[in-house]
């Protein structure tokens, strides 16, 4: 089929997603708010702040917490799984973060050890630091020079709108369940009509791109044979059916996404 055909409908897509008056509220686990409170007693103990972000979402969703003491600690930001993300829009993202007040920038594929940017960190830590007033000088062990605390990743306990949230689900801050798999997949094949990205069709033996979930999950679930048999009532008896298990096949596609196999994508 020829390029032109099969975009042919693809002008009549969505534009915006219908979130079902969504909350998300319930999005923020109990656990999180200790976690930001046990970092807030780390920080003050810290000569400097290495925050790490995916490179897909290099806005949504970062903590308020290190914007509060960006203005009196050097801080890192280092936007990861620089192989997943789109970065044609890079110039756009510095800019923007650094009106922000955050000039300090890494973009790394951290599944490299030996990749460029990753090699650029500790340099770029010890000259921030060398620069700026420590601390706690003379409580810094010089032998390692370096001590690394690592704290677990904590959302803001405000998550400012339910695509923001979204965003997050998609690239896995936030636990599938607490969302749904079926949302997520809906908003992912959204998020990638909408972008022009239509390696799914390929991928899943499409002969379109689609704007219909279900058609794309039921094509899924077929493909990789994620089907169930299911007893039916009916009024001369009981008769068998397969049916596609559209939560399997959901999470198939999004595990595709978030392995790359759908191309480099910037949701952001």
Known sequence: MKLYQALRNVDKFRTV??????????????????GLKQMRASLRSVDCIIEIHDARIPFSGRNPVFQETLDVRPHVLILNKMDL?????????????????????????CLKQRHDNIKKLVPM?????????????????????????DTPGVLPPKIESVETGMKLAL???????????????????YSLNRLGKFSYVEKYDLQEPSDDIQY??????????KTQRVKAITGVG?????????????YDFIRAFRKGEL????LD
């Open 85 to 109: 993300a789109d970065l044609s829009s890079k110039q756009r993202i510095l800019k923007k973060l650094e009106k922000d007040g955050v000039r300090n920038v890494l973009f790394t594929d």
């Open 238 to 250: 009981n008769i068998t059916v397969t049916l596609p298990n559209y939560t399997a096949a959901a």
């Open 17 to 34: 997603f219908d979130f079902g008056g969504r909350d998300v509220a319930h999005w923020f686990p109990g656990h999180m708010a200790k």
């Open 216 to 225: 794309l999950l039921k094509r899924i679930a077929v493909k990789l044979g």
């Open 125 to 149: 830590v010890m000259e921030i630091i060398g620069s700026t007033p420590r601390f706690n000088r003379d409580e810094v062990c010089e032998r390692p020079i370096m001590h690394l605390l």
């Open 263 to 266: 191309g480099r994508v910037m």
């Open 171 to 189: 690239c896995g801050s936030i636990l599938d369940h607490l969302v749904g798999e079926d949302i997520i997949a809906d908003y992912l094949l």
